[in-house]
């Protein structure tokens, strides 16, 4: 009988991180940033195995919540700053062997800074280490942007420079087109695809001597490490138009819930067809639907607490839910902060609350609650990410079309993705 082939990724991830603080388990266009490794492993047919390594009790429970194992705690030796991947890798090994009695074939490292993954990428870097028995791990490049025979070293006693690197029968390859210089790649953290039994678990290299490549577009070249990073790669995954894995959306992820004590709205695009009107004064003034009016009414005669977060600061959002007898939280930069603390100071829990948004500042809500809605009218990204699509748009009926659903009275008039 043939031994089935076991595939184990490992997603490192600690705690520590300074540049983002809390960076593995922060939200990143919609998602815990951790949940994107895990659901390029879960999503493989070669993976037979995903655990995170992490010396974090938070960032464990945020990866056993998407479907990531933890069974043990990593010791903070192998935590610091300048830890390397080998004593981590080796530490996850030896457990696993020593506790279980488990060996894997192959171990995929898969880094959460590098969450932007083409789909089939996981899939055929085993494919490549299965395909050439001699490998003794793959790892994913790119070209690289900047070419290391035109780079230089500078003498720290002279002072004088030269070239970084020789090419064999060119004098000055410094000097010399790109065409004729040797093609170099560049490493990414997408992906590495390891034998243990031939690197960490065997001597002291973490990636062994054969190494083969897998290339990847370099469209998909994503190394998160600052905040700026952050801003310009969540950009990407909205806009970019990538085949990219994205996390599945979590069981309690489904619909209008059983029992629902709050709904979060917010107000332009939701309450409103997200268009301003302003006056030669500069004044300005927005259209309501008196329809949507009657459905906050009808949810709070049912017991329903509502309260509307909105980005925009205008005493005309503060007058409607005045007006509607409602609590409002108005120029507000971090919505999803704002919600998290407002459910716990409430006592009130994810799994009994809706949030309603449409545009992208909206995504990050998403997770915190047990539904997620967007008018019909909505941003393209908002859709792909939300629960409901709501067939009015917004101002124009979809929050009295929501009202409807969550007391049962009109279940037909939606659209689940």
Request: charged share 25%; glycine share 8%.
């Amino acid at each position: 009988m043939v031994k089935p082939l076991e595939v184990l990724a490992i997603i490192p991830a600690r705690g520590g991180s300074k540049g983002i603080p809390g960076k593995n388990i922060k939200n990143f266009a919609g998602f815990p940033l951790i949940a994107y490794s895990i659901a390029a492993a879960k999503q493989s047919r070669f993976v037979t195995r995903t655990i995170v390594s992490t010396d974090d009790a938070k960032i464990a429970a945020v990866a056993r919540e998407w479907g990531a194992e933890t069974p043990f705690l990593r010791p903070a030796e192998f935590a610091a700053d300048h830890s390397l991947d080998l004593p981590v890798f080796r530490h996850a090994l030896q457990w696993l062997e020593e506790n279980e009695g488990y060996l894997p074939d192959i171990v995929l490292q898969l880094r959460p800074t590098s969450p932007v993954r083409p789909i089939h990428l996981v899939d055929d870097a085993v494919q490549t280490l299965l395909d050439h028995p001699e490998a003794d791990s793959v790892r994913g490049v790119v070209p690289s942007n900047e070419n290391p025979f035109k780079m230089w070293k500078i003498d720290p006693v002279s002072g004088a420079m030269s070239g970084l690197i020789q090419v064999e029968g060119l004098d000055e390859p410094y000097n010399a087109p790109r065409q004729s210089l040797p093609t170099t790649y560049w490493q990414t953290g997408h992906i590495d695809a390891i034998r243990p039994g031939k690197t960490f678990m065997a001597g002291d290299l973490m990636s062994g001597k054969v190494i083969f490549p897998i290339m990847i577009d370099p469209a998909f070249t994503v190394d998160i490490d600052t905040l700026a990073d952050w801003t310009r790669y969540e950009s990407l995954v909205y806009n970019g138009k990538l085949e990219m894995v994205m996390p599945e959306k979590k069981q309690n992820h489904r619909g209008i819930p059983g029992k629902t004590s709050l709904v979060v709205m917010d107000f332009d695009g939701v309450m409103t067809d997200d268009r301003v009107y302003v006056n030669e004064l500069g004044q300005e003034m927005v259209a309501c639907s008196r329809s949507d009016g009657m459905g906050i009414g009808l949810l709070k005669k049912a017991g329903i607490k509502i309260i509307v977060i909105s980005s925009e600061k205008n005493p005309v959002v503060a007058r409607r839910c005045e007006k509607l007898g409602i609590e409002v939280y108005h120029g507000i930069a971090d919505k999803a902060k704002v919600l998290k603390d407002y459910m716990e100071e409430n006592s009130i829990q994810a799994d009994e609350t809706i949030f309603v948004g449409n545009d992208i500042n909206d995504i990050d809500c998403f997770p915190l609650v047990r539904c997620a809605a967007v008018p019909a009218d909505a941003n393209d990204k908002a859709k792909v990410f939300a629960d409901i699509i709501l067939s009015h748009n917004g101002g124009f009926g979809a929050v009295r079309e929501l009202s409807e659903m969550i007391l049962g009275e009109k279940e037909s008039l939606w659209q689940k993705k």
